[in-house]
């Protein structure tokens, strides 16, 4: 979506890995790498993306403090993972491409969505 500017402010509490909260201080977007980075900026700009975060005015009014802190713990260890040195945005927003494509065997594709919470969600997360 040409012009999208995904709003980075705002912070999302971290979570163990077994789901439970973790008193520390919580994400702010600055924390995350640049792979990390570019990969959730093409997230929200994907065309499925904004379909998914659409409000009735075609609008997308969610970004970076909108995400369930589990969805963003899974998105950092799946961007973890795959990451080659030097991590950098443009190779965090090819992931994210491959991802959707089907073209990463050990990463299928992922759908977002909304939870009755109003946070971001993989669609199989929901709450």
């Not at 790498?33 to 499925?48: I, S």
């Not at 080659?84 to 927003?93: F, H, T, V």
């Amino acid at each position: 979506m040409s012009g999208f500017q995904l709003d980075t402010s705002g912070e999302v509490p971290r979570v163990a890995p077994n789901g439970d909260p973790v008193i520390v201080a919580p994400y702010v977007w600055p924390d995350l790498d640049p792979f990390t980075q570019g990969y959730v900026e093409a997230m929200f700009a994907d065309d499925a993306t904004q379909d998914a975060l659409m409000d009735e005015h075609g609008q997308v009014h969610h970004g970076f403090s909108d995400f369930a802190p589990e969805t963003l713990a899974r998105i950092i260890a799946d961007c973890e993972r795959a990451a080659s040195e030097p991590p950098s945005p443009l190779l965090g927003r090819q992931f994210w491409e491959q991802r959707q494509r089907a073209m990463r065997a050990d990463h299928p594709p992922l759908a977002l969505t909304l939870g009755e919470d109003g946070k971001v969600r993989f669609a199989e997360e929901q709450s």
